[in-house]
């Protein structure tokens, strides 16, 4: 806990004065973020994209309960990455030395495995999830290692998955004896026995869950898997789900579980079924049949005392095209308010309609209670990939501050491509990153000579506004395509009062092309094939 607290301070202030170290070794990344780790350094030489520190100031009050504990994913259910612990601050935080170290030795850099964990800490005992997806218990005072388990272990009876990356656990107790975390490689979530690390047989099968089941759809041939944690309300394990960017996709619908069993207790359907509301925002009425997407990847925020479980969801499938997926596209790219106990919707808003930007919401809300015109309101504030911040009443979604419905472009040459003529915005708080691309952004640091040369390479794009649509046979320069909030953390801080976010903003590119072929389908003559059709325009996302 303090040493990633010391982490976070160094990796913060390296952002700020642009001393950006990379992510992870090259050799232990993906080929896709080795590839950002190279351009990195490149757009903070050459563009003015630095990382943002914004802080809105809305007299949050410090009325909540005491942040002295890591229990939860985030910190708390409420999702503000904040501990009222003191004993390390500005003062001090130069004088920390080494207290232990713990290596789990099964780092594979040929396979780019990696670690993302945010580890929690339950009764002095630390639990993360190491490269290998193999899960360990550490005494948080010494860094002893109490157990391991691992999940490809063939004693454990479930099928072999392969690497993947997760974000963190989940941890229930019935205030007894019994103690269980829950977490999930590849398509299986497990449940552990806190105390010995061994699965529980009595839930699911064997003591997992495959994420393939219960969506009400075939599924199985699919990714499905959860590279953020679950939410425990009560006795229920509420899971979202990561899913193929590209279709066929599986549907991104909520499920909650009971944590003793395993079984299936509710489901929201993210991709409306006939009757349920938002059915109508997809033209095509068997939409519900194959289109895939508007999961919550990022994970989920609760208030306990009301029941109301937060989900943001993510773009639906395609992400850079929708020609096949016409209207608003309900429940992809909003905020959904459920009741935790049942599934039952409270209140939603849709950030972007008809997204064809890959404007997925990249993180959970934080809960906070802010003071307005003299009135205390328990509030929720969501962040974007756009760099900004829309705030709602919790329980009835009414935002606290104007939202209006902006103009924008709708004219397009993809084949079957019907814009949404608006999208909507909010008048306060302020934008806290750029929302267009000028020549004026090129580094103002860089001799003529590079200034020239960075100039002459913008000419060869499509850039301004952050709406800028996608084109047919050119790229689109995005200022912001890859991160503005992508899976960063906003914090509250109820101390003095004030709403913090970081963020990193990395510029890219989308190049539309009509293409001679679909894309290959495991289950020939479904529909799904026709969701990439031969001689439709199907955008490939390029970084920049």
């Not at 080795?34 to 943002?52: D, G, S, V, W």
């Not at 949050?60 to 259910?77: A, F, L, R, T, V």
């Not at 993510?314 to 009741?339: E, I, P, T």
Request: proline share 8%.
């Amino acid at each position: 806990m303090r040493e990633k607290q010391t982490f976070t301070l160094h990796f913060s202030l390296s952002r700020l004065f642009k001393e950006l170290p990379p992510i992870a070794s090259s050799e232990n990344v993906y080929p896709f973020t080795r590839r950002l780790n190279e351009i990195r350094h490149q757009m903070i030489k050459y563009i003015l994209a630095p990382f943002t520190a914004g802080l809105i100031f809305v007299s949050c009050q410090n009325n909540g309960p005491g942040y002295d504990s890591w229990p939860h994913y985030g910190g708390s259910p409420e999702m503000i990455r904040y501990s009222t612990l003191s004993s390390i601050d500005t003062l001090n935080v130069a004088q920390l030395k080494l207290a232990w170290s713990y290596s789990s030795g099964d780092v594979d850099t040929a396979a780019h495995s990696q670690i993302q964990c945010n580890p929690i800490v339950i009764n002095g005992v630390l639990y993360g999830v190491s490269p290998q997806m193999k899960l360990f218990a550490l005494d948080a005072a010494t860094g002893e290692q109490q157990w391991i388990f691992d999940p490809n272990d063939p004693e454990n009876g479930a099928p072999k998955q392969g690497i993947g990356n997760v974000r963190g656990v989940s941890y229930w107790t019935d205030g007894k004896k019994d103690q269980r975390l829950f977490y999930t490689a590849g398509a299986l979530t497990f449940a552990i026995n806190a105390e010995n690390g061994k699965p529980i047989p009595t839930f699911g099968t064997s003591g997992y869950l495959d994420l393939h089941n219960d969506l009400d759809r075939e599924s199985g041939h699919l990714l499905v898997t959860a590279t953020s944690p679950g939410m425990i309300y009560k006795d229920l394990l509420i899971m979202g789900t990561r899913l193929d960017e590209a279709p066929p996709a599986a549907p991104g619908h909520i499920r909650a579980y009971d944590v003793r069993t395993g079984k299936r207790k509710w489901i929201f359907h993210t991709i409306p079924h006939p009757g349920e509301y938002g059915y109508d925002t997809w033209e095509d009425k068997e939409s519900w049949k194959y289109a895939g997407g508007a999961n919550v990847w990022s994970g989920f925020s609760l208030d306990q005392k009301r029941g109301i479980l937060f989900a943001p969801t993510g773009s639906a499938v395609y992400d850079f095209y929708g020609g096949k997926r016409k209207g608003a596209n309900l429940f992809a790219n909003c905020l959904l308010a459920l009741d935790a106990a049942t599934g039952k919707r409270l209140w939603h808003f849709q950030f972007m309609h008809h997204d064809v930007w890959d404007k997925d919401l990249p993180t959970p809300p934080a809960l906070v209670t802010l003071k307005r015109n003299g009135k205390v309101i328990d509030a929720v504030a969501q962040p974007t990939k756009n760099g900004m911040v829309y705030v709602f009443e919790r329980e009835t979604g009414k935002p606290i501050f104007d939202i209006v419905e902006m103009a924008v472009d709708t004219v397009s040459e993809l084949v079957g491509e019907q814009l949404w003529p608006t999208q909507p915005v909010p008048l306060r708080p302020p934008a806290f990153v750029r929302q267009k691309l000028t020549a004026n952004d090129v580094n103002p640091y860089l001799p003529d000579s590079s200034k020239n040369a960075v100039r002459r390479q913008m000419a060869g794009f499509r850039w301004g506004v952050c709406l800028i649509r996608p084109v047919l046979n050119l790229f689109s320069f995005f200022q912001g395509l890859m991160v503005a909030q992508n899976g960063a953390d906003p914090h509250s801080i109820r101390r003095p009062g004030c709403y913090m976010s970081t963020q990193m903003k990395w510029p890219g590119s989308c190049r539309c092309a009509k293409t001679p072929f679909s894309r290959p389908q495991k289950k020939p003559g479904s529909k799904l094939a026709n969701a990439c059709m031969p001689g439709t325009a199907n955008p490939a996302m390029v970084p920049t």
